[in-house]
Each structure stands twice: as structure tokens, then as C-alpha cells.
Nanobody
């Protein structure tokens, strides 16, 4: 099982990034996919989640209207489009795949928002 995040980096306030998470080793279309983030000295928090079919999506309140989660079951990939980024969005962003019996995590990708 592998979840490989990419797309992180350094961006100025107000900028955008698109994260990707490529999955392998399991049946991607059966899993709820989520993005979490963890800032220094803070607990890991949910950013957004998307159901296995993509029909149900939820966001943390602070991300609504700025972030968009999507998935492509044909490519076994989940995305996070992040707009209007602010310094408080600086964190390591993690991809998560879960069912009732399984829970997988990626290694994370660093997002730094700074001028």
C-alpha cells in the first residue's frame, strides 16, 4: 500500500497550490479519501474528505470556499486545490485512505505560506 503526496512547496500569501495523492496497492474506489494537515506544535486536523464515489464532500470550516477536494478513481488519485493561502495554512499535508477496517496514511508534503 502506498499513498504518495506531491505538489507542496513555498507560496506567497494569496497564492495557490494543488496537492495530489497517488494511491496504489489497494482498491482506491472503495475508500473514503481525506486530506489532513499538521502545523508545528499543533494536532493533526481534518482539511477535507470525499466519499468513495465523490458524491459526498466535507470541509473543515476554515477551508470552506478556499479549498476544493476531488478524486479521479480512474487514476487512483485524490487532489486538493488550495486557493487564497495564508500563513496559517503552513503545515504538513497528509493524504488518508480509510474504510471501516483499513486506515492508510501518506508521508506528507510540506506547504509553506510566506512572503
Amino acid at each position: 500500500v502506498q499513498l504518495v503526496e506531491s505538489g507542496g512547496g513555498l507560496v506567497q500569501p494569496g497564492g495557490s497550490l494543488r496537492l495530489s495523492c497517488a494511491a496504489s496497492g489497494f482498491t482506491f474506489s472503495r475508500y473514503v479519501m481525506s486530506w489532513y494537515r499538521q502545523a508545528p506544535e499543533k494536532e493533526r486536523e481534518l482539511v477535507a474528505g470525499i466519499s468513495n464515489s465523490g458524491g459526498d464532500i466535507n470541509y473543515a470550516d476554515s477551508m470552506k470556499g478556499r479549498f476544493t477536494i476531488s478524486r479521479d478513481n480512474g487514476k487512483n488519485t485524490v487532489y486538493l486545490q488550495m486557493n487564497s493561502l495564508q500563513p496559517d495554512d503552513t503545515a504538513v499535508y497528509y493524504c488518508n485512505a480509510r474504510t471501516l477496517k483499513r486506515d492508510y496514511w501518506g508521508q506528507g508534503t510540506q506547504v509553506t505560506v510566506s512572503s
